[in-house]
């Protein structure tokens, strides 16, 4: 019934356009399907990607159902999805955080390869013997191997666990598998080519194929170093001379066209490193994720992932939901017992192995169960290498009934695992008797101090930003005057500004100043706004300004946050927003015109006037 709404949108639409509207219509559906499900699954508490394979599934279901009478255009959608992976893997490697494995996580980082690639191999010849190929087993190991960032970071966040031990070492975990999923995607052309060996042969890839494979694959990973060398000393040129293009522009205003300039060309940046690993053999996807990554060591960072925050959430919906589209019941159907062994054996599996992983290289037995149980389901990255498996040529890795098995794996753990979360700290209680390996103590201190050290969220930013400090947003002159009078008092502030000549100038004198906009939450939050003791916004636009306070106050309802405004009534508006207190030029102006014009009639006409006191 959730899907039935749509459809018969779906049909009124298709009778208006049968013809050229085929597209609009399956994205009408797909959407449509996906809010209602998600909706369900936010109301539920549920994680809301498996609604959206649900949702999928639904579609895909009622469009066999009518296929005879109406094209829905749901392959035309499948097209656009394989777009939105890329645009999607862009924005990931946006906002994958590198700070805090350069800085204090190597060991962290080092823990997560190891126990990823463990998990992978048990996984690979647990496959093979279940009569798998072994082409195929491998990226089964692969894409099961990684387990979800978003359920592991939504959980921790709401238990308030982000900053315990357990919480840095699962976030340097689920970074370091987001980066060895990336080498997994473009290994999987070499994994297919394996199995088209295999199939046509009958045996395994003989050792010229594989030779010559291989030298494939070097060549390949040579052209990618060398766009990642490129890139990395390139890229902030390149977008520091289009910044400074934008801030001139013709609209006067200092900093205004910069931002939409940086996005545009980062999108084209990102398009162009996909089209690169393409043609070096690799993945579009690999290439929109460097891309991204590259982009995350710049200064636009920050502002970057706000502004495309909601074309990623729209991309995962679109994404997620094309995957459940490759759910056919009718395949799958006798596949629920191996389906239900599976979900059982993933997390058996991934749970024993993490533990080992983290016990045997110096961690304790309770954080190593607790690290365990959350790591303990496949992730998003497990169904983008399905998928990728599912599209390889000359001919699929996985497809049919086993592909649409596996995703049901996938989808199943990530439902169920949020409820064995509540059983991680019983456990750990029962095994504190259990202490380090006594081979690896030294190596023990160093997960436990690296995995508690706090890590800057900010992957662009080389200060440090106070927990208590004011920040000022906009260094034209009201801001400047602001800050000289901080610094008099020697109370730490941050800046906010959009223009890239101001932010170089002000980072030389040593100030902690941050490119972006100041009606972006991401920039707002980056800059330190829920700690903050004061926001003040010094631009004098009084549209953003209102937005800006709003997005303040939607972070911190202590924060005091104070505004200039040009007249009265916008004052009145900024109150109603969330602001403490509001600076009205046009009364300042009078109040000040009025002191100078009591001063000269005092001169003139002697003591005896004095101005009244005005309030705004």
């Not at 925050?309 to 629920?336: K, N, Q, S, W």
């Not at 001919?395 to 098995?405: H, V």
């Not at 995995?451 to 927990?467: C, K, L, M, V, Y």
Request: charged share 15%; proline share 5%; aromatic share 6%.
């Amino acid at each position: 019934m959730i899907a039935g709404s749509a459809f018969l949108l779906a049909e009124q639409a298709v009778h208006a356009e049968a013809a050229h509207g085929n597209t609009a219509v399956g994205l009408v559906v797909i959407l449509v399907t996906a809010a209602l499900v998600a909706t369900l699954f936010r109301r539920l508490r549920l994680q809301i990607i498996p609604g959206y394979i649900i949702a999928g599934a639904l579609v895909s279901i009622l469009a066999q159902a009518i296929r005879q009478r109406y094209d829905i255009g749901l392959g035309e959608v499948e097209n656009i999805s394989q777009f939105a992976t890329v645009l999607l893997m862009f924005t990931i490697g946006l906002q994958l955080e590198l700070d805090s494995l350069r800085r204090s996580m190597i060991s962290v980082f080092g823990l997560g390869l190891t126990a990823t690639l463990t998990v992978a191999l048990v996984l690979w010849g647990t496959g093979v013997l279940f009569g798998l190929s072994a082409p195929a087993a491998l990226a089964v190991g692969m894409a099961l191997s990684i387990s979800s960032t978003a359920v592991v970071l939504r959980v921790l966040q709401e238990r308030r666990e982000l900053h315990q031990t357990h919480g840095r070492l699962c976030i340097g975990v689920s970074i370091a598998q987001d980066l060895l999923s990336i080498v997994m995607l473009g290994l999987m052309p070499a994994v297919a080519a394996w199995n088209a060996a295999s199939s046509s042969h009958g045996a395994e890839m003989t050792p010229p194929d594989f030779a010559k494979t291989g030298l494939s694959v070097l060549i390949g990973l040579a052209g990618v170093t060398l766009l990642l060398m490129i890139g990395r000393y390139a890229l902030p040129i390149v977008l520091e001379f289009l910044a400074d293009i934008g801030s001139r522009g013709s609209t006067g205003k200092s900093g205004v066209g910069s931002k939409e300039l940086v996005l545009v060309s980062s999108a084209a940046i990102a398009l162009a490193a996909a089209v690169t690993t393409s043609l070096l053999g690799f993945s579009p996807e690999l290439g929109a994720f460097l891309a991204g990554l590259l982009l995350a060591l710049t200064p636009y960072r920050t502002q970057l992932a706000g502004q495309l925050e909601p074309l990623r959430d729209l991309l995962m919906a679109i994404f997620f939901t094309t995957v459940g589209l490759g759910i056919h019941v009718h395949e799958i159907i006798p596949y629920l017992g191996p389906i239900a062994a599976g979900v059982v054996a993933l997390m058996a599996i991934k749970i024993f192995v993490n533990w080992v992983a983290v016990w045997a290289l110096g961690g304790s037995a309770p954080l190593g169960i607790i690290t365990a149980i959350y790591l303990g389901n496949a992730g998003e990255f497990s169904l983008v290498l399905l998928a990728a498996a599912g599209q390889t040529s000359p001919s699929p890795i996985i497809s049919g009934g086993p592909m649409g098995a596996l995703i049901a794996v996938v989808v199943l753990s990530l439902i169920l695992s949020p409820f064995l979360f509540a059983y991680a700290h019983p456990l750990a209680t029962r095994m504190q008797r259990v202490g380090p390996p006594p081979w690896n103590r030294r190596f023990s201190v160093r997960i436990k101090t690296e995995a508690a050290a706090p890590a800057n969220s900010d992957g662009d930013r080389r200060e440090t930003i106070n927990a208590r400090h004011v920040i000022i947003a906009g260094f034209g002159p009201v801001g400047r005057s602001l800050a000289a009078r901080l610094d008099v008092h020697k109370v730490p502030y941050t800046v906010i500004e959009l223009n890239p000549e101001t932010i170089r100038r002000q980072r030389r004198l040593g100030r902690s100043i941050l490119y972006g906009d100041i009606t972006n939450p991401e920039v707002l939050e980056a800059a330190g706004a829920r700690e903050a003791d004061a926001v003040v916004i010094t631009i004098p636009d009084d549209e953003s300004t209102l937005r800006a306070i709003a997005i303040a106050r939607g972070l911190s309802a202590t924060t005091f946050i104070a505004c200039r405004t040009g007249f009265l009534s916008g004052a009145f508006r900024a109150y109603e927003a969330g602001a403490d207190h509001a600076v009205v030029e046009e009364v300042v102006t009078a109040d000040a015109m009025e002191k100078q014009i009591f001063e000269k009639l005092q001169e003139r006409r002697g003591p005896g006037l004095e101005p009244q006191a005005q309030s705004a």
